[in-house]
């Protein structure tokens, strides 16, 4: 997979930009504010339909959109599959909120797949992307919500089955935390909870076991990653911490490890053995749950430790440590994609190299080398080796125009 061609009408500070995107290696350079990271959350946009960056998709609408009478922005990538082309399609447009209204009041997006319209949660997973960011070290130092969103995201991109349980996951968490509030208030009935605790469970259940799932072949990948970027004197272990109590741990994670190259499933009898315990907790902690008008149990209250050594990476670890984590983790949910998809992502690396040491460079020079697609932003071409950019296409951005300098020879 990869992508041929990129199409961007009022996307942030692109009022109208046309790309042919070759194979291999593209290294964005240029001063900072001129569009670099832009386009690289314009491909991360269409893949996820989230951006990276924006508190508002508003805000992904070039300025100057806002003076016409309908303000909208235009994103299609043109994508190169084994099975043949596929065009990927995103609108944004400031319209009324109804047709007696004149004034534009609220976003719709729209979306589409080869000209045939889409739903949001369809389109992830259409065009498989991993995006290193320099703040990607708050994975590890971060707020748990950091991580739950990184867990979902990789997966969503995997497992279509496992993005539409997350949706309908938040929107009964939604209710459910309503009723809290109002049984709470009211002192009413809280025989009510009976239903939404139903659909909690049953919703729920699958994304912990998936989660859980993920992160044991992702170790199988860290095993080798972590060691290399460390001179192999550390040694990395993931570790799922579900607020969900769920017991026999050892027997759990040797039902959910997978070799790494068989397809993954995740049997029904695990997540029944997830659906029993989350009743359970949800019962017993009723009473403290209306107390504090706010569901304290399932997926949304999880998180991730990063074991090195035995030493919890969250708490103790170094600045260096913990950035050595963030790429780990990265190169392992590389090499996932790839096994669970038979398709290499497209990798966005946004001004990582100035954060990283000449070994930890090096690794992702490495693993740039075996991706088929990869776009890198630089302010500073010299932390390149010039064997390296001998086999990449380097173009200039400047005021969100972009030109090649010298692309490869082919």
């Known amino acids: 997979m990869y992508l041929r061609h990129l199409s961007l009408t009022n996307f942030r500070n692109y009022a109208r930009l046309e790309l042919d995107f070759p194979t291999r290696v593209v290294v964005l350079q240029g001063e900072n504010a001129q569009g670099k990271t832009n386009l690289l959350e314009a491909i991360y946009y269409l893949a996820i339909t989230r951006s990276p960056h924006a508190d508002s998709d508003r805000q992904l609408i070039n300025w100057l959109a806002y003076r016409e009478e309908l303000p909208f922005a235009r994103l299609v990538a043109e994508v190169e599959y084994d099975d043949g082309p596929r065009s990927i399609?995103?609108?944004?447009?400031?319209?009324?909120?109804?047709?007696?209204?004149?004034?534009?009041?609220?976003?719709?997006?729209s979306f589409k797949v080869n000209g045939v319209k889409q739903r949001a949660i369809d389109m992830v997973g259409q065009m498989q992307v991993v995006l290193f960011l320099p703040e990607d070290l708050d994975l590890v130092s971060g707020p748990p919500a950091r991580r739950r969103r990184y867990l979902d995201i990789t997966i969503c991109q995997i497992d279509a089955y496992y993005c539409r349980h997350l949706q309908k996951y938040n929107r009964v968490l939604t209710q459910r935390n309503s009723l809290l509030r109002i049984l709470r208030n009211r002192g009413e009935n809280p025989q009510q909870?009976?239903?939404?605790?139903?659909?909690?469970?049953?919703?729920?259940?699958?994304?912990?076991a998936r989660r859980r799932q993920l992160l044991e072949r992702m170790n199988q990948c860290v095993e080798h990653t972590h060691p290399e970027l460390t001179g192999n004197n550390e040694h990395l272990r993931l570790c799922y911490k579900p607020s969900v109590g769920i017991e026999d741990q050892e027997v759990l994670?040797?039902?959910?490890?997978?070799p790494l190259y068989q397809q993954p499933t995740v049997s029904q009898e695990e997540v029944q053995r997830i659906e029993g315990r989350?009743?359970?907790?949800?019962?017993?902690?009723?009473?403290?749950?209306?107390?504090?008008g706010?569901?304290?149990?399932?997926?949304?209250?999880d998180d991730i430790c990063f074991m090195v050594d035995g030493v919890d990476m969250r708490t103790y670890g170094s600045r260096g440590q913990q950035r050595t984590v963030a790429l780990a983790l990265k190169f392992a949910?590389?090499?996932?994609?790839?096994?669970?998809?038979?398709?290499?992502?497209?990798l966005l690396l946004d001004d990582v190299l100035s954060e990283l040491d000449a070994l930890r460079r090096n690794c992702l020079f490495t693993m740039v080398g075996d991706a088929e697609q990869v776009v890198v932003t630089t302010t500073d071409m010299h932390l390149f080796p010039k064997d390296f950019l001998s086999h990449t296409s380097i173009w200039r951005v400047q005021e969100g125009c972009i030109r090649s300098k010298n692309p490869p020879e082919t």
Do not use: C
């Open 278 to 292: 989350f009743a359970d907790q949800l019962q017993r902690d009723r009473a403290q749950e209306i107390a504090r």
């Open 333 to 346: 949910e590389v090499d996932l994609m790839r096994e669970e998809t038979n398709e290499t992502p497209i």
């Open 193 to 208: 909870l009976a239903f939404w605790d139903e659909k909690l469970v049953e919703w729920g259940s699958y994304l912990i």
């Open 89 to 109: 399609e995103i609108t944004l447009m400031q319209a009324p909120e109804s047709p007696e209204m004149s004034t534009p009041t609220i976003l719709r997006r």
């Open 294 to 301: 706010t569901t304290q149990y399932g997926p949304h209250r």
């Open 253 to 258: 994670n040797q039902e959910l490890s997978t």
